[in-house]
């Protein structure tokens, strides 16, 4: 009887996995039609430079499928990624966040994220010119975030890659540092400007002594290189207090703002001028 439950199980079980897996090969076939039909979106979240005061937003893209809704870029992209299309969405995405950006306070930064296609195509130093030239916006106003996974391959190429971009005037953020490998020669042979830390080592920040202890010593790392440290996924007030007591260059997370559209990026400027220190939120164990 058990092994006739289990077979039970089984069989639920995979008819479950085949409806995801052809949910996954329909989402696959719109994608291909998704940039086409202006399914994309871009939202944008907050970095917050201590204390409280804007220094720009990270682009975050969105595609909003007709019938499934909203599709998170951790879905789509790897699909995109396999199936090629992640080249000319990555340059809508990159165009239309720089466009946006035009419309926000004109020192404000746009963080535009990198895939490792995108990163590895042999165009992208050319078509990052192009695309400054043809916005208009200064190439210091825009951030290029790229993770470790990128670097994993060609390293003379990318070397060379981030060199000119880096003589572009753009700046450069290693994304999700302490995930991957994290190998220290990164950060010896590639001209980052800021180091991000990934939000698992933030989330545990008020109860774990070794993020604090990891935390507080990439911060010592990046400052000792000359490059700055954004802490991602600050959700606390806490979490935001202690990572202003330790020198935090930035922070972003739920705790300052979700992601927004960019029709709600003007309204939440007006309102978001409150002169309140991370240090004088209540911090109600020792960290
Ligand atoms: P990421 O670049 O590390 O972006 C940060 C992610 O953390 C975003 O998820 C953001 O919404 C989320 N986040 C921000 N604050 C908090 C917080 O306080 N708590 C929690 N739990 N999460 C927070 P999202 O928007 O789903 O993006 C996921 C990943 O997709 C991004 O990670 C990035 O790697 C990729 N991505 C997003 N947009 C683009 C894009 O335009 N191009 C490329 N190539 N990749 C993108
Ligand atoms: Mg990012
Ligand atoms: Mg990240
Ligand atoms: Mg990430």
């Known amino acids: ?21 052809e949910q996954r090969e329909t989402l696959r076939r719109s994608l291909r039609t998704a940039l086409k039909e202006g399914q994309f979106f871009i939202e944008y979240q907050p970095l917050v430079q201590p204390p409280f005061s804007i220094v720009g937003f990270e682009a975050l893209l969105r595609w909003r499928h007709p019938v499934m809704g909203i599709i998170p870029p951790g879905l789509f992209i790897p699909m995109a990624e396999t199936d090629g299309l992640m080249s000319d969405i990555g340059q809508w995405a990159l165009e239309q966040s720089c466009r946006e950006a035009m419309t926000w306070p004109p020192h404000f930064t746009v963080a535009v994220n990198l895939s490792p296609a995108e990163f590895l195509h042999a165009g992208l130093t050319d078509r990052i010119a192009q695309t400054l030239d043809l916005v208009g916006i200064r190439a210091d106003r825009l951030e290029l975030e790229i993770t470790e996974s990128v670097l994993l391959e060609r390293t003379i190429n990318n070397l060379d890659t981030l060199n000119t971009l880096k003589m572009l005037g753009v700046q450069i953020s290693l994304d999700d540092f302490g995930t991957y490998y994290s190998s220290l020669s990164y950060l010896k042979n590639f001209p980052f400007d800021t180091i991000k830390i990934d939000q698992y080592f933030i989330k545990d920040l008020e109860v774990d002594n070794k993020s604090q202890t990891i935390v507080r010593s990439i911060i010592a790392l990046a400052h000792g290189l000359g490059m700055s440290v954004t802490a991602e996924g600050v959700e606390t007030a806490e979490q935001a207090a202690w990572l202003n007591k330790k020198a935090c260059d930035r922070l972003q997370g739920y705790f300052l703002s979700k992601p927004m559209p960019a029709g709600r990026i003007g309204a939440f ?3 978001f001028t409150l002169p309140v220190p991370f240090g004088n939120f209540p911090i109600p164990k020792p960290m």
């Open 269 to 271: 400027l007006r309102k």
């Open 1 to 21: 009887a058990a092994k006739e439950d289990g077979r039970r199980r089984a069989r639920r079980f995979n008819r479950s996995m085949l409806m995801v897996l």
